[in-house]
């Protein structure tokens, strides 16, 4: 009898499948947690295959694949999209779906209706909400229904209009304190990860000791059990300059530029296609065509 995973997915023989019960031993165990943001099949299958342990599709997608300002405008059906994709690029990694903005602020209803589908229809395993305190009863309601929830606070991008910009949250006492009930509150509802975006190292180190489940930083300092950077930034394709915390690994917009400059120029100096790049006509055929062509040559002399 063979055994089929659980997901019923096809696996990557030599890597285990990333589920939210690995991810707390790996909290357990001190062993750093990878994530990154992918938005495609293409980029989906090279993040797994590098050996990332969760891929997010984060709503950040509207600025680096949509060209939106911010990430107020994405809507359900543009995030599935991109989560359907994703699935289809993805075997080892645990796939964390992001809620976009109004998709879970207005109707409690309609937030597990909308995390079902990222489940049933995108295939994610994990749901992601912006919010502390606030959605703790929300996150109860669709782990309810069966679905793992990963909490997100700190910089809440959804937020930017009250917040009044992007800035870094949890700097005056009173902000730790907010931070650390909604952390605690998030643990309590059972949520399978925190992310931690721009918040002070020494508050996310607090955050980390207190809580079980394992924190996923962005800005937050080394402490948290797990590192997360949008995909986009990593590889210079974002177009802006680069938040304080951004690490830059390779450069690929310096890549692809040099690639579509090097074709433009082959295809105007005639050096694109080449004939070893060109189909060629079956002997017989080419004999036979020959013989028509000079059988219409001659008709017309
Ligand atoms: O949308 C996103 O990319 C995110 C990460 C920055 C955590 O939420």
Same mark, same amino acid.
């Given at each position: 009898?063979?055994?089929?995973?659980?997901?019923?997915?096809?696996?990557?023989?030599?890597?285990?499948?990333i589920?939210?019960?690995?991810?707390?031993e790996?909290?357990?165990?001190?062993?750093p947690?990878?994530?990154?943001?992918?938005?495609?099949?293409?980029?989906?299958?090279?993040?797994?295959?590098?050996?990332?342990?969760?891929?997010?599709?984060?709503?950040?997608?509207?600025?680096?694949?949509?060209?939106?300002e911010?990430?107020?405008?994405?809507?359900?059906?543009?995030?599935?999209?991109?989560v359907?994709?994703?699935?289809?690029?993805?075997?080892?990694?645990?796939?964390?779906?992001?809620?976009? +903005? @109004?998709?879970?602020? =207005?109707?409690?209803?309609? &937030? $597990? *209706?909308?995390?079902?589908?990222? !489940? %049933?229809?995108?295939?994610?395993?994990?749901?992601?909400?912006?919010?502390?305190?606030?959605?703790?009863?929300?996150?109860?309601?669709?782990?309810?229904?069966?679905?793992?929830?990963?909490?997100?606070?700190?910089?809440?991008?959804?937020?930017v209009?009250?917040?009044?910009?992007?800035?870094?949250?949890?700097?005056?006492?009173?902000?730790?304190?907010?931070?650390?009930?909604d952390?605690?509150?998030?643990d309590?509802?059972?949520?399978?990860?925190?992310?931690?975006?721009?918040?002070?190292?020494?508050?996310a180190?607090?955050?980390?000791?207190?809580v079980?489940?394992?924190?996923?930083?962005?800005?937050a300092?080394?402490?948290?059990?797990?590192?997360?950077?949008?995909?986009?930034?990593?590889?210079?394709?974002?177009?802006?300059?680069?938040?304080?915390?951004?690490?830059? +690994? @390779?450069d690929?917009? =310096?890549?692809?530029?040099? &690639? $579509? *400059?090097?074709?433009?120029?082959? !295809? %105007?100096s005639?050096?694109?296609?080449?004939?070893?790049?060109?189909?060629?006509?079956?002997?017989?055929?080419?004999?036979?065509?020959?013989?028509?062509?000079?059988?219409?040559?001659?008709?017309?002399?």
């Open positions: 009898m063979s055994l089929t995973p659980i997901s019923g997915r096809r696996l990557d023989e030599s890597r285990p499948k589920t939210t019960a690995s991810l707390r790996q909290k357990l165990r001190h062993e947690i990878t994530c990154l943001t992918a938005y495609d099949y293409a980029t989906a299958r090279i993040v797994d295959e590098a050996g990332i342990d969760m891929v997010l599709v984060g709503d950040s997608l509207a600025q680096t694949m949509l060209g939106y911010n990430t107020l405008s994405v809507t359900m059906d543009e995030m599935l999209h991109h359907k994709a994703v699935r289809r690029g993805v075997k080892s990694a645990l796939l964390v779906a992001d809620m976009p +903005y @109004g998709s879970y602020q =207005v109707d409690l209803n309609d &937030a $597990v *209706r909308n995390a079902t589908r990222f !489940v %049933k229809e995108g295939g994610a395993e994990v749901v992601k909400i912006e919010g502390g305190e606030k959605r703790a009863e929300l996150i109860r309601h669709i782990i309810d229904a069966e679905i793992p929830v990963a909490g997100h606070i700190g910089l809440t991008p959804q937020s209009n009250v917040m009044g910009g992007y800035k870094v949250q949890g700097k005056n006492l009173s902000g730790v304190e907010q931070l650390m009930r952390a605690v509150a998030l309590r509802s059972g949520v399978a990860c925190i992310f931690l975006e721009g918040i002070p190292r020494e508050v180190a607090l955050i980390t000791a207190e079980e489940a394992p924190t996923i930083g962005i800005g300092g080394p402490e948290c059990d797990g590192q997360v950077l949008v995909f986009h930034d990593i590889v210079n394709l974002s177009f802006g300059p680069p938040a304080k915390f951004v690490r830059r +690994y @390779g690929a917009a =310096v890549l692809i530029a040099q &690639a $579509v *400059r090097a074709f433009r120029a082959d !295809v %105007k005639h050096q694109y296609p080449s004939d070893e790049e060109s189909y060629h006509l079956p002997k017989e055929t080419r004999a036979g065509l020959e013989t028509v062509l000079e059988r219409k040559r001659g008709m017309r002399r």
